[in-house]
């Protein structure tokens, strides 16, 4: 590693290769969740039914940090595309459980190999320095993003 300073056009070029980065992911996994007949957003409920196991659409509402409307129209869909059910709560009868059915699971389980097929794919052959360098250095691009989107982050002179 070098101890000279990067330039500003460094700077652009390597902001340049993040954004590649985020549009060649979103494209491939856009494509592979239609393929699944899933949105992003039906997929990050799924994931988090996957995660918790039978939830009320309260708690997955919370957890995605939407609104309960929001969270009915894609237990809707989920429930059309059998990724899901909705049951009675069994002590709260204002209340229903969404659960996965058996193709929920498979689809979430499916999906967690494939994010660690591209991990393998991305990462595997990397020397261990170089792998820990790009690792600490999204850590700490992620933190300053972060701040700088939550307004938290002193602005640069």
């Known amino acids: 590693m070098s101890a000279t300073p990067t330039s500003s056009s ?3 070029g390597a902001l340049d290769r993040v954004l590649e980065l985020t549009v ?3 494209a491939d996994m856009e494509r592979d969740l239609a393929a699944r007949g899933l949105s992003t957003a039906r997929t990050h409920l799924l994931w988090e039914a996957h995660r918790r196991g039978p939830s009320t659409q309260r708690t997955l509402s919370d957890a995605l940090g939407v609104s309960p409307r929001a969270v009915t129209g894609l237990v809707d869909g989920l429930v059309a595309g059998g990724f ?4 009675p709560h069994p ?3 204002r209340a229903s459980l ?3 059915t058996a193709h929920g699971a498979q689809v979430a389980t499916d999906l967690v190999q494939g994010r660690q097929q591209l991990a393998d794919l991305l990462f595997a052959d990397l020397p261990d320095q170089v792998f820990a360098g790009l690792v600490d250095g ?6 300053r993003l972060r701040d700088a989107l ?8």
Do not use: F, H, K, Y
């Open 24 to 26: 060649l992911l979103g």
């Open 150 to 157: 939550t307004g938290s982050a002193e602005q640069p002179r």
């Open 10 to 12: 460094d700077r652009g």
């Open 98 to 100: 969404v659960t996965l």
């Open 91 to 93: 002590t709260d009868r």
């Open 138 to 143: 999204l850590d700490v691009v992620l933190v």
């Open 84 to 87: 899901v059910t909705r049951q």
